[in-house]
């Protein structure tokens, strides 16, 4: 006998399906569902520099309009290889942003705050609590240099494999597997030295 396919199945199969026809419905309705990641990866890739004249909501919607412009050109391989598409799009928005703004020596004067941009990624706890602590997160992220925050914020939030790294970023596996860990340290330390009010 062979196996029934569930209704979640059959619809998830169907939007994919869908998607790789090109359907506009059905590739809005995966990048909604990637919405949470997405504003998680820019918050956690998003330096001071830039921070303190975008908001990353901002950002998030500039490029999921990008994304959708661009889609009649792209394949669709899947949910995970989207996702890689999407995060890789998102870093170099990141980084052409920081860059203008670096050259333009801008001061907007804009006061961000994007605490929201992560609501949905990390356990619901009490509201007082889970703002100071992903206030810490963000001040852990912002230690951590430029390579360190890409790698930890594709595996850990876009939940790529270090196959799928080292083929974004350019990098050997090996690479990539030292240089997470490194960042998995890295944060570790910076975020025990916040929480004990220290500055290391």
């Known amino acids: 006998m062979g196996h029934s396919s569930t209704p979640d199945e059959d619809a998830a199969r169907d939007l994919v399906e869908r998607v790789s026809r090109g359907d506009q419905g059905a590739i809005e309705q995966v990048l909604v569902e990637e919405l949470p990641r997405l504003r998680a990866f820019v918050r956690l890739n998003v330096d001071a520099v830039l921070r303190a004249r975008e908001s990353c909501s901002d950002l998030v919607q500039s490029v999921c309009r990008e994304v959708l412009e661009a889609l009649p050109d792209f394949e669709y391989r899947g949910r995970a290889a989207f996702r890689g598409y999407l995060c890789a799009w998102t870093m170099n928005k990141i980084r052409d942003r920081r860059r203008f703004h670096l050259a333009a020596r801008r001061d907007l004067g804009r006061e961000v705050s994007a605490i929201p941009d992560l609501a949905g990624v990390f356990t619901p706890s009490e509201q007082a609590a889970r703002r100071e602590e992903l206030e810490r997160v963000e001040a852990a992220f912002d230690r951590l240099s430029p390579a360190q925050r890409e790698v930890l914020t ?10 799928e790294i080292a083929e974004r970023t350019g990098r050997q596996q090996g690479a990539v597997r030292v240089l997470l860990h490194k960042a998995l340290a890295r944060l570790a330390t910076v975020l025990d030295s916040l929480r004990d009010g220290s500055s290391r």
């Open 154 to 163: 594709l595996s850990r939030i876009a939940g790529l494999s270090h196959a």
